[in-house]
């Protein structure tokens, strides 16, 4: 089922009827209304008809000014309402290329279609900026709302955090609880989601900010880090470049694989060629280390409570460990049992 019931380049066609000759090619022309759909700037639009651009954008906001009072304008008010009409169910906010290719995949119609949203009264477009991109909206209170919404779910956001869509979802429906009933649904905001700049998904649909490299992938040290994080328990580094290769389908060079592992602090060695993410609180270091640090935290331990602390950090034999225990320059064994440092 189409979203529009009307026909837009003939809405644009009994607008455009009400102009000069000259005014309706600059209009075409500057909104991609030919037949190409290409738009055109205003230096090059005066070049053609040997004008400045500062009469260029005279001749268009007279033209646009023009149609607004024509009788042409008031008889196609069920188009613009409409359309007003398709915005508000679409959540009353929108990204102007989502609202676009919502109504059509067509280059032609799009450009038809924002031609009307820029002439219709009720219509507000607010620029792209740092945060948001260019988008369409028709009630000012919203907008304010749903960006300070969006700008707070940003900020409570580390770089590190990856949010599954549903949670995300649930997050912001909390910061907007008092808004209308109407609007809280999972499509509209995933709509508002998508006007926001700081906000990204990665390749496995988590979200998270959108400059962090677990959203923003860009090589294997990236792809490694979403294969191991999905799997959720460490992985040798030949699996991992196998699970690059039939999740992302990217190539993925097994020894490649092994020295981006090694030269990024994301990733711990946790057994010959084994690799767990860091933030699981695992630690780097030999096996010496990691029994060094346990009995600095913990104090004097039993040889078994040792091995189930270092199991937890490192996938090892419990022979390797007890082996490591008998260096006597680091580990002493008291009296009860208990091992000590040095």
Not at 284 to 289: L, R
Request: aromatic share 10%.
């Amino acid at each position: 089922m189409a979203p529009i019931t009307f026909k837009p380049k003939q809405a644009t066609k009994r607008l455009l009827a009400e102009l000069s000759e000259r005014a309706q090619e600059i209009l075409i022309r500057r909104y991609g209304l030919g037949f190409d759909a290409k738009k055109m700037t205003l230096e090059s639009i005066g070049q053609k008809y040997k004008i400045t651009r500062e009469r260029v954008r005279q001749i268009e906001n007279y033209a646009l000014s023009a149609i607004r009072k024509s009788d042409a304008f008031g008889n196609e008010q069920e188009t613009f309402d409409e359309l007003e009409s398709l915005i508000t169910t679409l959540g009353g906010l929108i990204s102007e290329d989502e609202f676009l290719d919502y109504i059509s995949e067509e280059k032609s119609i799009q450009n038809n279609i924002h031609f009307l949203l820029v002439l219709g009264n009720a219509f507000k477009r607010a620029k792209e900026d740092s945060e948001f991109k260019h988008r369409w909206f028709v009630d000012d209170e919203l907008v304010k709302r749903i960006h300070a919404s969006l700008q707070t779910l940003y900020r409570n956001l580390t770089d590190d955090d990856l949010i599954i869509e549903s949670e995300l979802i649930e997050l912001f429906l909390k910061e907007i609880k008092d808004l209308n009933q109407k609007y809280k649904n999972e499509e509209i905001v995933r709509r508002w989601f998508n006007v926001s700049k700081k906000l990204g998904i990665n390749p496995l649909g988590e979200w998270g900010r959108a400059d962090s490299s677990n959203v923003r992938v860009k090589g294997m040290r990236d792809y490694a880090y979403l294969t191991i994080k999905r799997h959720g328990s460490p992985m040798h580094f030949t699996e991992v470049a196998k699970a690059i290769s039939n999740i992302f389908h990217r190539n993925a060079h097994i020894a490649t694989c092994h020295n981006e592992l090694i030269k990024d602090a994301r990733f711990v060695l946790v057994g010959r060629g084994l690799y767990a993410l860091s933030e699981w609180g695992y630690t780097t270091g030999v096996v010496k280390d990691v029994i060094m640090d346990i009995l600095k935290v913990n104090g004097s331990l039993t040889r078994d409570e040792i091995v189930d602390k270092v199991r937890n950090e490192r996938y090892v034999k419990d022979n390797t460990i007890i082996v490591n225990l008998q260096d006597s320059t680091c580990f002493r064994r008291n009296k009860s049992g208990k091992y000590t440092l040095v």
